[in-house]
């Protein structure tokens, strides 16, 4: 996956380029808004990350001229200001993601895979299949094998984004964002049990687990088999 | 500026000028015009009482001649307080009458005249020397002129008395206008001066001081009164403030120095690779636990400076209940507590719908924490809380039950505050910042957030008016 950080303070972009590489990605920096801009229409990135506020040229209008620009490539914006307003000012921008500043390395790293990977036909399939697992998203029916299972319907929607996501890792903050459309820090990690309520229904009985536990990161569905 | 000078540059004593000007010119204008009116009164009465008299004395003549007029007339002019009367030949010799030294030429043209005079029965005064009158001389047959007239002198003094009256008048009006003025607008200069003086003691730093109010409930005090709410409102959020920097330098520095210890003494000592990654991340767990508590902090001085008002927008408390009842139904029930949301009509508010949805989730992180688990052995009965969103009134309550511990009163309104943790959750994971940011939360909606006792165990409740937050009336 070919990255472009845009990115002013010089340590944070080099961590960021170095710690992209060690996990397989090929990483740049530009340090300022005007410079990321050019390389953004230029280079056909894959994702790009995007500080807020940037010399020149601020995040958002890089991206909001991208988009003018009819540039599709998704955008995550890193922000230190982290409030709500600042989240939907971002969204509206353009911007497909927001992570406010400080983050964690594996949670910006797992929204960065899901972003490469949305623009796949995932999301218009009817039915979601991981393993023998099925998911049909128009009749709400779910089985595993010949077997089915009956979720609530919280219970449905996430393990819907789960498969839509299928081989990457979901950390609790994005499901938090998308399942329950909350982005508050609930304290308490509550996704923790609804995740094993989900998966004492799916793998159950079943020799091989297919909802993963991603250590020190969140979740990821797979079939055992990979 | 010399304390007279401050006076005369009052808002209030401009304003007096203004209308004392108006008054006085008004005034000067009515009694200009009375005087006016009086004078034109008077004249007419004057030439109706003269023509009745020449009307009358012309039917004398005509019935008994010049005699039979010689003798009305001499009768007439005789009566106290009678009218001026002249009867002359044509030559102008005086046949009967009571005046004399006439003007030169009045007997000569018939008609309207006014002419100075003496009268015959008083003698010559030097310091009064004429009075005036207002005559009439009427041509007889025969060549006899009578001459008939009203003394003026009464229509003068009276125009002059009502003239002086005008005078005096304005004059009184200027002067006591001026005083009132001045006396108004120094009763309002000592008020001005004394909020003056309060607020130049408040900017420089005693925040406890507040406007006097005089109690008259007029406009100053009604400004006055305000002006002490913002001044209270402003010395809570000071007060917020300073104990957020104190709290923040205890709460921030406590885990920042364990973390500084934890990574010194890996250094020193950690010898393996698994020691140093041990170290490394309970770094980042501390670290994280940090970010926690800045970010709770931010949310919180958010809601009370009133940024969050601009995002309200409709929605169901109901729906909220619901839903957070939902996200932590699974996690009590792990902990062996009973979670339940009475939440089935709509309650339709306007408000920041992440927010309160974030402070229910406190009050019911809460709850779960400290709800007593179910031990059968010891023969405990299962923790119980109950989330209900409630319809009262122009109110939307949600309220969180559960049958913990509960908090003693004392110390109810003390855990609202930033930090508090009571002695005994000091072993329980979290921030201490829960309960406050759900009452800054609240606040910012124009609600409240009230913990009671549920007998046993605590009730939080907040209370959050329908509408949103409603401006304070002036």
Redesign the interface.
């Known amino acids: 996956m070919r990255l472009l950080i845009i990115e002013d303070d010089r340590d944070a972009a080099d961590y960021l380029v170095k710690a992209f590489r060690e996990v397989g990605h090929v990483a740049e920096a530009a340090h300022d808004g005007e410079d990321g801009l050019a390389r953004a229409l230029d280079t056909p990135y894959d994702v790009l990350v995007v500080d807020r506020m940037l010399p020149k040229l601020d995040g958002l209008t890089v991206i909001g001229t991208l988009r003018a620009k009819g540039i599709e490539t998704p955008a995550l914006i890193l922000s230190a200001l ?4 600042d989240r939907v000012k971002g969204l509206r921008a353009g911007g497909d993601d927001y992570l406010p500043k ?1 983050y ?1 390395f594996s949670e910006l790293l797992a929204r960065i895979e899901v972003l490469a990977r949305r623009r796949g036909a995932r999301q218009e399939e009817t039915e979601l299949r991981v393993g023998n697992l099925h998911l049909d998203r128009l009749s709400h029916m779910v089985r595993r094998g010949e077997e089915e299972i009956t979720l609530q319907p ?1 219970e449905f929607r996430l393990l819907e984004y789960l498969m839509q996501h299928a081989g990457q890792v979901v950390t609790r903050t994005m499901l938090l964002e998308n399942v ?1 459309d ?7 990690n ?1 996704i923790d ?2 995740i ?2 989900l998966r004492s229904k799916i793998d159950k009985g079943f020799s091989q687990p297919l909802l993963h536990t991603i250590r020190g990161t969140g979740y990821m569905i797979r079939d055992g088999a990979r | 500026m010399t304390a007279l000078g401050k006076l005369f540059r009052t808002t209030t004593f401009k304003l007096t000028l203004v209308y004392l000007t108006v008054f006085a010119l008004f005034a000067a204008f009515l009694l200009g015009y009375f005087a006016l009116n009086t004078r034109r009164l008077i004249t007419e009465q004057i030439t109706d009482t003269v023509n009745a008299e020449i009307t009358g004395l012309s039917e004398q003549y005509r019935q008994g001649g010049i005699r039979r007029l010689v003798i009305v007339v001499d009768e007439r002019a005789r009566r106290p307080g009678s009218s001026l009367y002249l009867v002359t030949t044509f030559s102008g010799e005086a046949l009967a009458g009571n005046v004399t030294a006439l003007q030169p030429g009045t007997l000569d043209t018939p008609g309207w005249a006014e002419s100075s005079y003496r009268r015959l029965d008083e003698a010559e005064d030097k310091d009064h020397p004429d009075h005036h009158a207002l005559v009439r001389v009427f041509q007889l047959p025969g060549g006899f002129r009578m001459l008939v007239g009203r003394d003026l002198d009464e229509r003068e003094r009276l125009y002059h008395i009502v003239l002086d009256a005008g005078r005096w008048s304005v004059a009184i009006v200027i002067i006591l206008g001026l005083a009132g003025g001045l006396f108004v607008t120094r009763r309002v200069l000592r008020r001005v001066d004394a909020m003056t003086e309060t607020s130049r003691s408040i900017m420089a730093g005693d925040l406890g001081e507040r406007l006097p109010v005089a109690g008259t409930g007029d406009e100053l005090d009604r400004l006055a009164i305000n002006l002490n709410l913002m001044l209270e409102r402003i010395e809570a959020l000071m007060h917020g403030l300073k104990e957020v920097s104190d709290n923040i330098a205890h709460d921030l520095k406590t885990p920042l120095t364990r973390l500084r210890n934890r990574t010194e003494q890996a250094l020193r000592t950690a010898s393996s690779e698994a020691e140093f990654r041990a170290a490394l991340e309970g770094t980042i767990e501390e670290s994280d636990g940090l970010i926690r508590t800045f970010n709770a902090l931010l949310m919180i001085a958010r809601a009370e400076s009133g940024q969050a008002r601009d995002d309200m927008v409709d929605f169901d408390a109901a729906e909220i209940a619901n839903d957070v009842g939902e996200l932590y139904e699974p996690l009590a029930d792990q902990k062996g507590i009973v979670l339940t949301v009475d939440a089935g009509t709509p309650a339709p508010i306007k408000g920041n719908r992440e927010l309160v949805s974030q402070a229910l989730a406190n009050l019911v992180d809460n709850a779960i924490k400290y709800a007593e688990p179910a031990d059968r052995a010891a023969g405990v009965a299962p923790g119980e809380i109950l989330v209900k969103a409630v319809n009262e009134g122009d109110r939307v309550l949600l309220i969180v039950a559960d049958n913990g511990p509960g908090i003693p009163e004392a110390d109810r309104a003390r855990v609202l505050e930033r930090f508090v943790r009571l002695e005994q959750s000091r072993s329980q994971p979290g921030s201490g910042l829960g309960l406050s940011l759900a009452a800054a939360v609240a606040r910012l909606h124009g609600g409240e957030l009230t913990l009671a006792d549920n007998g046993p165990g605590l009730k939080g409740i907040i209370a959050l008016p329908r509408g949103g937050p409603v401006q304070i009336a002036g």
Do not use: A, K, N
């Open positions: 982290g409030q709500v307003d400080p964690s919280r329950w909350y982005h508050f820090d609930p304290q308490t509550v049990v609804h094993s309520r």
